[in-house]
C-alpha cells in the first residue's frame, strides 16, 4: 500500500488501528500512534474562537521544484489544548498531512499523538 499525503515527497505505507506508517523520498520511515482529538495544538494559536473560520495557506513543493498552494481553514471552539477545540473544514476529504516523530509526543497540551522512527 502506498497512499499519496498532502505532502508530495512522503507517502502512507501502512495504515491499521491507530497506527499511521509512513517513508520519503530520503528514504526515511516512521510510524505515528494515537488519534487525533482536534485539540489544536499543533496548530497556531486561534484568532477567533465561537465557531469563527481561521484560513491557513500552505505551500506544497514538487520534486521537480514545481509548488502550489493549498488552503485550510478551521474552526475554533474552545482554548488550544481541550479536546474538540477545533475543526477544519472537509477534514475527512483531504490527503493526510504528514508530521514526524521529532517533538512527539507533542509537548503541547492535550495531543494524543506519539511517534517513533523506523529502521
Do not use: H, K
Amino acid at each position: 500500500m502506498t497512499t499519496p499525503t498532502e505532502d508530495p515527497t512522503t507517502w502512507v505505507t501502512a495504515q491499521y488501528d491507530d497506527v499511521w506508517e509512513y517513508e520519503n523520498t530520503d528514504g526515511l520511515r516512521w510510524r505515528i500512534t494515537g488519534t487525533c482529538n482536534a485539540c489544536g495544538a499543533c496548530e497556531m494559536p486561534p484568532a477567533a474562537i465561537d465557531g469563527e473560520p481561521v484560513t491557513f495557506t500552505n505551500l506544497r513543493i514538487y520534486l521537480d521544484g514545481t509548488s502550489d498552494e493549498w488552503t485550510r481553514t478551521v474552526r475554533w471552539y474552545d482554548e488550544p489544548g481541550q479536546p474538540g477545540a477545533c475543526i477544519e473544514e472537509g477534514y475527512d476529504q483531504r490527503r493526510d498531512i504528514p508530521l514526524t516523530p521529532d517533538g512527539l509526543p507533542n509537548p503541547a497540551q492535550g495531543c494524543l499523538l506519539a511517534g517513533e522512527w523506523l529502521p
